[in-house]
């Protein structure tokens, strides 16, 4: 339906301006809150929630990339990748209230919509190798 499509979600509208923000941050070489404290307006609280936890939890992300990434480091990876994996890996861990399946799907759209052409493969399949082990009980059941 099209106007499906023409739907606003907070929580995909969230993720999006996370990742733009997380994505600014790395190019200016700056702490993501700098960022943050930098914007005229502060942003929603799910905005926030995601730019400081993929902070705060960046060390435990990369290993979980890097663990997983074979024959890639994270230097190699399109920054949007690395930073739409590190969301998508924060809420795997910190957000057990949303569902394996929609975290995969949301990260999959925003690597097709703003990285390469092969980035919503690599994600998906990142994501489906990582996710059954940080939720194993919860996978199964939801994809």
Do not use: C
Request: aromatic share 4%; charged share 30%.
């Amino acid at each position: 339906m099209p106007h499906e499509e023409l739907r606003e979600d907070p929580r995909s509208d969230a993720r999006e301006r996370a990742l733009s923000l997380l994505y600014e941050a790395e190019s200016k070489e700056l702490a993501p809150r700098a960022v943050l404290a930098a914007l005229p307006v502060r942003p929603d609280p799910r905005v926030v929630e995601l730019v400081e936890g993929v902070e705060d939890h960046q060390a435990e992300l990369d290993v979980l990339i890097v663990d997983h990434a074979r024959n890639w480091t994270l230097a190699r990876m399109p920054a949007i990748d690395r930073n739409v994996l590190r969301i998508a890996l924060y809420e795997l861990l910190g957000r057990p209230d949303v569902p394996v399946a929609v975290v995969i799907d949301e990260a999959v759209e925003l690597a097709k919509r703003f990285s390469t052409d092969d980035s919503g493969r690599f994600v998906n399949g990142m994501l489906s190798a990582i996710a059954p082990k940080l939720r194993p009980d919860k996978h199964a059941t939801e994809t």
